[in-house]
């Protein structure tokens, strides 16, 4: 039994010792010229989150570490995409501050990578901060002008905003809002939810609201949404059931799945 705790234990304190730091300093000290220095990333508590979810913050911490090395020259794609995935990991959970600091630090490393801006948009979305997030989707279709997806969203939030009365030229941006979700309504994908929306605009009622539309940009946040309730599947697929915890987790370490690990040991201690 002592074994087993000492060696959860220093899983969990390797865990502990991930924190931002190296993150911070990358986003302190690079810059690209005519940029803007990058977004320090706020502390988050983790107490209340689920055990697999910690653990996928530690993989994106992990991320961030390997791609901002200290004393090393930070890659531009490689930084940008752990940023990245610490945003996608932040927006799956509800950490919105952490989500909106990486999130807005990939897309000042990547700009023309239009992920970025579109999750950026999705989660000021979220929050009814339309102005931020129509900027946002604007930023997406200045790079990709037919993004379908990208006109609907930037139909709807200009919509809400008119509705709300939260932004200047009221008039001239429920008009756009308009054009913009007669274009979705066009689209099978977003039909249902531009025509809600239209309604919206036009004080109509629906009679049922709207089904959802696919969005593929956010799989992966979902997916990750996803996992917490199948916290025995590791990277790599199913594992062989193990009633031994240090198995399990010796096994997922062979397997360099450290993420599962961390969760798996977590788990571990909890029970």
Excluded: C
Aim: no cysteine.
């Amino acid at each position: 039994m002592r074994t087993m705790t000492s060696f959860v234990r220093s899983i969990l304190l390797v865990a502990a010792l991930l924190p931002l730091t190296t993150a911070n300093f990358a986003a302190a000290q690079y810059r690209q010229p005519g940029q803007s220095a990058l977004l320090p990333l706020p502390e988050t508590l983790m107490e209340d989150l689920a055990p697999l979810a910690r653990a996928q913050l530690v993989r994106a911490r992990q991320q961030l570490q390997a791609a901002a090395p200290p004393g090393g020259e930070p890659k531009i794609a490689e930084l940008a995409a752990a940023f990245g995935l610490m945003g996608k990991t932040a927006l799956a959970h509800g950490l919105y501050p952490l989500a909106e600091a990486s999130l807005e630090n990939a897309r000042t490393l990547q700009p023309e990578t239009t992920l970025w801006a579109y999750l950026a948009g999705v989660l000021y979305e979220s929050q009814e901060r339309w102005e931020e997030a129509a900027a946002a989707y604007e930023n997406v279709l200045a790079v990709t002008s037919d993004d379908a997806l990208a006109q609907f969203r930037l139909g709807r939030v200009l919509a809400r905003a008119a509705k709300s009365a939260q932004t200047a030229n009221t008039t001239a941006k429920a008009g756009r809002a308009r054009r913009l979700l007669e274009g979705g309504v066009k689209n099978s994908a977003t039909a249902s939810a531009a025509r809600f929306e239209l309604a919206l605009l036009d004080d109509r009622p629906m009679a049922q609201p709207p089904t959802a539309f696919p969005d593929p940009r956010l799989e992966e946040v979902l997916a990750l949404q996803r996992s917490i309730a199948s916290p025995q599947l590791g990277a790599s697929g199913a594992h062989p059931a193990s009633n031994d915890p240090l198995e399990t987790i010796r096994a997922l370490l062979g397997n360099g799945e450290s993420a599962q690990a961390v969760s798996a040991a977590q788990q571990a201690v909890q029970s």
